[in-house]
């Protein structure tokens, strides 16, 4: 099972934390706020604003928050000037890292990810060192509930998605960007449970990472995805079940 399919089962157990700190909702403003900014407030023609509401509704958010982090992207109300980033590096065990970020000070965050990689026992890379590693994909991880292979395969393409990354307990079944919410559709449609979806970076190759480094590995996600500019943490690991049941 891929790393992406991994972290999740790991961020699933932290959401509940998150959640009472509100760095869910911190994230979700930003993510609202950028992509108004980026291709205007009208949801229906915004495929990115569009998506990032439907997580905030999902995450209860309250309406006024998205009214007005979509106020504050189209300029109708005054607000932090965000950038957006993307720093590469190596983990532990050799595992390939690509961290996005939202920030309102560039300096100071590739300073503070620059120091979260050193300080535990990874290193941080030139732009597009480890992003040949991965392929931007509709990420869609879901409830296997008992299929087989060939029965969530055969739903799959029928829904028109690319590829499925089976696991007998949550699968990942990928997609073209431009075909997410249509194959979102159809896979709801066709009663499959959809754990989380995402527009975001899939790993094309896995590096197995084992025993002390493993853990290494995700203590540096983990801090990494504790930062207050950290949007999404993507990774290429496969780490025994044992390891993570530790980390659980």
């Known amino acids: 099972m891929s790393g992406h399919n991994k972290w999740a089962k790991v961020k699933h157990v932290k959401a509940k934390q998150d959640a009472i700190r509100g760095r869910v909702f911190t994230r979700l403003i930003k993510e609202i706020t950028l992509a108004a900014r980026n291709g205007g407030g009208d949801e229906s023609s915004n495929a990115r604003l569009r998506k990032a509401i439907q997580d905030a509704k999902a995450a209860n958010m309250p309406a006024s928050n998205i009214d007005k982090a979509i106020k504050r992207g189209t300029g109708e109300l005054e607000g932090v000037s965000y950038e957006e980033a993307t720093y590469e590096g190596y983990a532990p065990g050799g595992a390939a890292l690509i961290v996005d970020v939202v920030t309102d000070n560039k300096n100071r965050t590739v300073a503070d ?136």
């Open 113 to 248: 990810i620059r120091h979260l990689f050193a300080k535990h026992g990874g290193n941080m890379a030139e732009s597009g060192a480890v992003a040949w590693m991965f392929e931007k994909k509709g990420i869609f991880t879901v409830t296997t509930a008992g299929r087989s292979e060939d029965e969530l395969l055969e739903a799959t393409l029928e829904a028109g998605a690319e590829d499925l990354k089976y696991d007998p307990e949550s699968s990942d079944i990928l997609s073209s960007p431009s075909d997410f919410d249509a194959v979102k559709a159809a896979l709801e449609q066709k009663g499959i449970s959809i754990e989380k979806g995402e527009v975001g970076m899939y790993p094309k190759n896995i590096v197995k990472v084992e025993g002390n480094e493993a853990l290494k590995l995700l203590k540096l996600m983990d801090v990494l995805d504790e930062h207050d500019d950290v949007q999404h943490v993507y990774s290429n690991f496969d780490i025994s079940e044992e390891v993570m049941s530790q980390v659980e």
